[in-house]
């Protein structure tokens, strides 16, 4: 059973990147889209932006000009970087695998999830 | 982007009761949505996919049913386990949504 878990600095300052990985244990990279996913406080969810293990990569619009997601196929992670980060980037960041195909495609299973706190 | 608008926002309910959150897209997604069930402090986790189809484990008092633009998500027999927060996510398009989640609480 595919599991995954997800680590990184917890504690940022305002204009710091944020950087978190998330790592594949119980199940191949190959043939699934990886995705990151940040809940804020109280608040909803907001998907980040997904890759392949061939490093093709789709992001939210609204992140874009402020995210990198790469992958590194030998240690099976997944890695996620967000630049400029304000008090508004404060979040619980996922990452879950892609299940489906082609358009139909959902979330399952689901890292543990990692807070990240912006503050100066 | 593709909006989703869940209804209601939060709902009371009792053990026992029959529940239904329904979820609204901004433009045609197919069959292409998926429903989560997220409990404090915990990662989502998946109850529905395409719509109707339920995820291994998920006891059967759990359905969902829609496609297009309008769909919901149905509790027949609620439990004590299902208190919970609700949302639902399209994969029609590239850029993923979700709804903005659905709060049963124990009445």
């Known amino acids: 059973q595919v599991q995954l878990q997800q680590w990184g600095a917890g504690l940022l300052k305002p204009s710091e990147t944020l950087s978190l990985t998330c790592a594949v244990y119980g199940g191949s990279l190959s043939d699934y889209y990886w995705s990151w996913i940040r809940q804020p406080p109280g608040k909803g969810l907001e998907w980040i932006g997904e890759i392949n293990h061939s490093g093709n990569t789709n992001y939210n619009p609204s992140l874009k000009s402020r995210v990198t997601i790469s992958v590194d196929t030998a240690k099976k992670q997944i890695s996620l970087k967000l630049s400029s980060v304000t008090a508004a980037d404060t979040a619980v960041y996922y990452c879950a695998r892609e299940s489906g195909s082609y358009l139909n495609r959902w979330f399952d299973p689901w890292g543990q999830g990692t807070l990240v706190t912006v503050s100066s | 982007d593709i909006q989703m608008t869940q209804s209601p926002s939060s709902l009371s309910a009792s053990v026992g009761d029959r529940v239904t959150i329904t979820c609204r897209a901004s433009?045609?997604?197919?069959?292409?949505l998926h429903w989560y069930q997220q409990k404090p402090g915990k990662a989502p986790k998946l109850l529905i996919y395409?719509?109707?189809s339920l995820q291994s484990g998920v006891p059967s008092r759990v359905s969902g049913r829609g496609s297009g633009t309008d769909f919901t998500l149905t509790i027949s027999s609620l439990q004590p386990e299902d208190f919970a927060t609700y949302y639902c996510q399209q994969s029609y398009s590239t850029s993923r949504t979700f709804g903005q989640g659905t709060k049963v609480e124990i009445k």
């Open positions: 433009q045609h997604i197919s069959s292409y």
């Open positions: 395409g719509a109707s």
